[in-house]
Nanobody, 124 residues
Framework: QVRLVESGGGLVQAGGSLRLSCAASGRTFSRYAMGWFRQASRKEREFVAAITYSGGTTYYADSVKGRFTISRDNAKNTVDLQMNSLKPEDTAVYYC?????????????????WGQGTQVTVSS
């Protein structure tokens, strides 16, 4: 079992930055690939970024590539999402998720555990 709790969301102006953090419980955190997803109002959930269990490989959605950076600290059981050059279209609830059976995936259904989400609002 893995429990995930996100933090760091808030209101920021376009062009600004935010750093989201996801704290995980459980001793097996280092065995899980981790991902960030987001869901804007009245839209489907979409993949944002993912990182392998070791942190050696990352993958990003085209819409955030070059602006967002995913990282993890297995000693602290955390995974972060640094978001720079934020745009109004980045406004959404952001979720972190953990996947045990895969090395890295963009598919939401392959993640077994999800956090409750944190709201990010980018004003123009």
């Amino acid at each position: 079992q893995v429990r995930l709790v996100e933090s760091g969301g808030g209101l920021v102006q376009a062009g600004g930055s935010l750093r989201l953090s996801c704290a995980a419980s459980g001793r097996t955190f280092s065995r899980y690939a981790m991902g960030w997803f987001r869901q804007a109002s009245r839209k489907e959930r979409e993949f944002v970024a993912a990182i392998t269990y070791s942190g050696g490989t990352t993958y990003y959605a085209d819409s955030v590539k070059g602006r967002f950076t995913i990282s993890r600290d297995n000693a602290k059981n955390t995974v972060d999402l640094q978001m720079n050059s934020l745009k109004p279209e980045d406004t959404a609830v952001y979720y972190c998720a953990a996947a045990y059976r895969v090395m890295l995936t963009t598919i939401g259904s392959e993640y077994e555990y999800w956090g409750q989400g944190t709201q990010v609002t980018v004003s123009s």
